[in-house]
């Protein structure tokens, strides 16, 4: 049995899905049929601490950052063909934050 | 000291009397290194260092970095450091390393030579420059040759003045090119945009008579091009071909290419690949040979971001090649950690996956 809050982590979820597909179908229409791939981000990349002594950065610079709220990744991954005949690959990551937001969008190159 | 990775067994078991060309190239550029007055210390891993006390590795990645430390804990003993290392021969004679790829973008492993500067998906950074000359496959021993003579001619004619900078981007990543341009303290004057640039089209001139080539284009699987894209997000265009870059001399340029498998080096057919077309015409590259990213809008992230701090990097007066791209890596984090507090998983990617093929010592500007 699911918890109240496994539950409302799965409204999250499904509701911030909607938010990343409706937005890269309008601009991305070659993706609108993929399947993202979700990832949640609720704590950033940890670092090699020695890595920040060496970057000269104050820890207290990246204590501003803690409370970050979490989100979702959506990377929708597909490939296009080209005129020419090779075939270009076509990734789009968004991700979208507790309040529903989209808050970065990159693209392949 | 700057440490040459020089494979010398096997580049002999693998082009066989073809080997003899590429030594006297490789002399030719160690004496030039020496008459510009950089301490080189040259090593087969496969004998390893005994004056240092490092046993033999085998040319595996794995083995190689855990040489590579040993080394390095042996020089620390002694108050020297590795400045740089540079790696002689391509991949099928030293392998890139493999990291895990942090983004789900079924793009595998992500190959790269930043395992070598002691980087990995802990520690993002590498602790010394990594630069490599690669070979055009295994049957061409004349391609390795060539491109070690170009960088001995590089060094004896000394670092460049202030050279001329272009840009050449998908229109439709105009906005991002030009704040990149800008952030970097750069005219956007110098921003050619794909299209209406297309391949057979280029204003050669300018082109080579550029010092710092700065490609935002589009990489494909199956063809040697880099594409443009107009602003509607459309089809593909080619914008630039090997074919474009015959006679042409990019000597002591450096290409920066964000484009999806940019630095790949296996032909295509009978077609070498852009990367190795510029550096047969002189070049140094910078570029990944997995998929790359950014966002389709200012501000520059991702490879945009690389890209900025790159050319601020390759600017600065008196850089060495490789200091200058381990600089830039630097300056990214340092960015990143600063506004976001943390890296997500592209920006993991493109910290580790982008590899400098040229001589990381190479004195780049007065």
């Known amino acids: 049995m699911s918890s109240r809050a496994d539950r409302r982590v799965d409204a999250d979820l499904r509701d911030a899905l909607q938010v990343a597909k409706g937005f890269v179908s309008a601009r991305w229409p070659a993706l609108a049929q993929v399947e993202p791939e979700v990832t949640r981000i609720s704590t950033k990349h940890s670092l090699n601490p020695d890595l920040i002594v060496r970057l000269g950065i104050d820890q207290g610079e990246l204590r501003s950052h803690?409370?970050?709220?979490?989100?979702?990744t959506f990377t929708f991954a597909s490939q296009c063909g080209v005129a020419d005949g090779a075939v270009a690959p076509l990734v789009a990551a968004v991700t979208v934050d507790d309040q529903q937001r989209i808050v970065?969008?990159?693209l392949s190159k | 000291m700057h440490l040459v990775l020089v494979p010398r067994r096997q580049l002999q078991r693998g082009y066989g009397p073809g080997y003899e060309s590429i030594s006297t190239a490789l002399n030719a550029a160690l004496?030039?290194?020496?008459?510009?007055n950089i301490a080189t210390q040259i090593y087969d891993p496969e004998?390893?260092?005994?004056?240092l006390g490092v046993a033999p590795a085998e040319l595996t990645s794995v083995s190689l970095v855990a040489q590579l430390a040993a080394i390095a804990g042996a020089l620390a003993t002694r108050n020297g450091i590795i400045e740089s290392l540079w790696i002689i021969g391509g991949p099928e004679t030293v392998p890139f390393g493999s990291l895990p790829?942090?983004?789900?973008?079924?793009?595998?492993?992500?190959?790269s030579d930043c395992v070598y500067g002691m980087a990995s998906a802990q520690d993002l950074l590498v602790h010394w420059p990594v630069?490599?000359?690669p070979a055009g496959g295994a049957d061409t021993p004349d391609t390795l040759a060539k491109l070690l003579s170009l960088i001995a001619a590089a060094h004896k004619a000394g670092p460049h003045l202030y050279g001329s900078i272009l840009g050449l981007s998908t229109a439709r990543w105009s906005d991002v090119s030009a704040a990149?341009?800008?952030?970097?303290g750069e005219s956007t004057e110098n921003l050619l945009l794909a299209p209406p640039l297309c391949s057979g089209q280029l204003d050669t001139g300018r082109l080579t008579a550029a010092k710092l080539i700065y490609c935002n284009l589009h990489g494909v699987i199956g063809s040697t091009a880099w594409y443009g894209q107009s602003l509607e997000d459309t089809d593909l265009l080619p914008t630039l071909r090997p074919a474009d870059l015959d006679g042409l001399r990019f000597d002591r340029t450096v290409v920066i290419t964000q484009a999806c498998f940019g630095a790949k080096l296996r032909s295509i057919g009978n077609e070498q690949t852009m990367a190795m077309a510029l550096l047969e015409a002189g070049a140094a590259v910078i570029g990944a040979i997995g998929l790359t990213y950014g966002s389709p809008d200012p501000p520059p992230s991702e490879s945009d971001l690389l890209a900025q701090h790159l050319l601020i990097a390759l600017r600065s007066p008196g850089q060495r090649l490789g200091a200058a791209f381990m600089s830039a890596h630097q300056a990214m984090l340092r960015d990143l950690l600063r506004h976001q507090g943390g890296l997500d998983a592209d920006d993991t990617k493109t910290l580790l996956e982008?590899?400098?093929?040229?001589?990381?010592?190479m004195l780049i500007s007065l």
């Open chain 2, 354 to 361: 982008f590899v400098l093929y040229g001589d990381p010592a």
């Open chain 2, 47 to 51: 004998d390893g260092m005994p004056e």
């Open chain 1, 66 to 72: 803690d409370q970050a709220a979490s989100a979702y």
């Open chain 2, 31 to 36: 004496s030039a290194r020496a008459a510009a």
């Open chain 2, 180 to 184: 990149v341009l800008a952030m970097a």
């Open chain 2, 131 to 133: 630069g490599r000359t």
């Open chain 1, 104 to 106: 970065k969008t990159i």
């Open chain 2, 101 to 111: 790829n942090p983004m789900r973008d079924h793009d595998g492993p992500i190959m």
